[in-house]
């Protein structure tokens, strides 16, 4: 399906932790536009790949997946990961696996690969609008994009969010720990030398710090200019 260039589209980038998953997903819904989850194509993009007996390693074969990926995000309830649907399939929980992660990484690394989904991720791009979760959607997917949102929180906050998700999951976890994983990952997503993490020049920052989710969605809501 190719991409309508005149469809809207409210970028929402940020480090991980930030909240963004969660604001994507109300905007989408209440906006009723569709959603992108950037994130989660490399890992569907292996996923395919696994499942269509293309091996990891066969560069040409994965470029073929990544532009033909058969893909649909769809919002959940506030709290719950984005719905992902593959070839029709539910594969929201295939694709959170250690595996998935460590297939995703492979993929990731082949230029030809990345360059196959920025396309795949413009072909999002749908009337009535888009609302699209990453981390370089305003800088380098759409850089048109007349909204473009960066929603941050201290790394404190962020591993606080991730300490409590983890802990309600049952999940034995150190929040110093977190802390200092969070701080080593921004680290490396602003000074990779593609696509580093970096609000785009007209983006609006929304630090979501001390904020509930209701404040920040209408934060993003009167950015967008449908409060």
Same mark, same amino acid.
């Given at each position: 399906?190719?991409?309508?260039?005149?469809?809207?589209?409210?970028?929402?980038?940020?480090?991980?932790?930030?909240?963004?998953?969660?604001?994507?997903?109300?905007?989408?819904?209440?906006?009723?536009?569709?959603?992108?989850?950037?994130?989660?194509?490399?890992?569907?993009?292996?996923?395919?790949?696994?499942? &269509?007996?293309?091996?990891?390693?066969?560069?040409?074969?994965?470029?073929?997946?990544? +532009?033909?990926?058969?893909?649909?995000?769809?919002?959940?309830?506030?709290?719950?990961?984005?719905?992902?649907?593959? +070839?029709?399939?539910?594969?929201?929980?295939?694709?959170?696996?250690?595996?998935?992660?460590?297939?995703?990484?492979?993929?990731?690394?082949?230029?030809?690969?990345?360059?196959?989904?920025?396309?795949? &991720?413009?072909?999002?791009? &749908?009337?009535?609008?888009?609302?699209?979760?990453?981390?370089?959607?305003?800088?380098?997917?759409?850089?048109?994009?007349?909204?473009?949102?960066?929603?941050?929180?201290?790394?404190?906050?962020?591993?606080?969010?991730?300490?409590?998700?983890?802990?309600?999951?049952?999940?034995?976890?150190?929040?110093?720990?977190?802390?200092?994983?969070?701080?080593?990952?921004?680290?490396?997503?602003?000074?990779?030398?593609?696509?580093?993490?970096?609000?785009?020049?007209?983006?609006?920052?929304?630090?979501?710090?001390?904020?509930?989710?209701?404040?920040?969605?209408?934060?993003?809501?009167?950015?967008?200019? &449908?409060?």
């Amino acid at each position: 399906m190719m991409s309508d260039s005149s469809a809207p589209v409210i970028t929402v980038d940020g480090p991980g932790g930030s909240g963004k998953g969660t604001i994507t997903q109300m905007l989408a819904r209440k906006l009723g536009w569709h959603l992108l989850d950037s994130g989660a194509l490399y890992r569907l993009t292996a996923l395919a790949a696994v499942r &269509q007996g293309v091996s990891l390693d066969d560069e040409a074969g994965l470029v073929n997946v990544a +532009a033909g990926l058969d893909v649909a995000f769809e919002p959940t309830p506030a709290g719950e990961p984005v719905k992902v649907i593959l +070839a029709g399939q539910d594969v929201t929980a295939d694709i959170r696996t250690e595996s998935a992660g460590d297939n995703a990484s492979k993929v990731a690394v082949m230029q030809p690969v990345r360059d196959a989904l920025l396309q795949r &991720q413009r072909d999002f791009r &749908q009337a009535p609008g888009l609302v699209a979760d990453g981390r370089d959607m305003g800088t380098v997917v759409f850089p048109d994009a007349p909204v473009k949102i960066f929603l941050t929180a201290s790394a404190e906050e962020r591993a606080q969010r991730r300490y409590s998700q983890l802990k309600d999951a049952g999940v034995d976890v150190n929040i110093d720990a977190l802390l200092e994983e969070i701080r080593v990952r921004d680290e490396r997503d602003m000074n990779r030398s593609a696509a580093p993490l970096k609000p785009a020049d007209d983006a609006q920052v929304i630090d979501s710090t001390g904020l509930s989710i209701e404040e920040v969605l209408d934060r993003c809501m009167a950015a967008a200019g &449908q409060a």
